[in-house]
Nanobody
């Protein structure tokens, strides 16, 4: 049982930064992996970044690599997505996701079992 609540979205100018937070509640089972996905209107939900809870292994989509950083704080049961050098094409609803039993964090949305409600990120030009 996992509940996820995202926060930190908003409006920012191109080149600016935002930090998204995803608070996780529920018991911690083996192989927890968490990820960030994003979805623009009329587009597929796409992978952005993922992290393993235990080992901190990270993966990034090529579109965000070098600009975004995913991290987690075990004491706060929270995963973060630091977004730097934002571009208008980063505009989307950002969703936090989680799955158990995956010590290597997956990159496919079909692999995740739990999802937050999403937080809107809008990057103006």
């Amino acid at each position: 049982q996992v509940q996820l609540v995202e926060s930190g979205g908003g409006l920012v100018q191109a080149g600016g930064s935002l930090r998204l937070s995803c608070a996780r509640s529920g018991r911690l089972f083996s192989g927890l992996a968490m990820g960030w996905f994003r979805q623009a209107p009329e587009k597929e939900r796409e992978f952005a970044a993922a992290i393993s809870w235990a080992g901190g292994t990270t993966f990034y989509a090529d579109s965000v690599k070098g600009r975004f950083i995913i991290s987690r704080d075990g004491a706060k049961n929270t995963v973060y997505l630091q977004m730097n050098s934002l571009k208008p094409e980063d505009t989307a609803v950002y969703y936090c996701a989680a799955v158990y039993g995956r010590p290597t964090p997956p990159r496919a949305r079909e692999e995740y079992d739990y999802w937050g409600q999403g937080t809107q990120v809008t990057v103006s030009s």
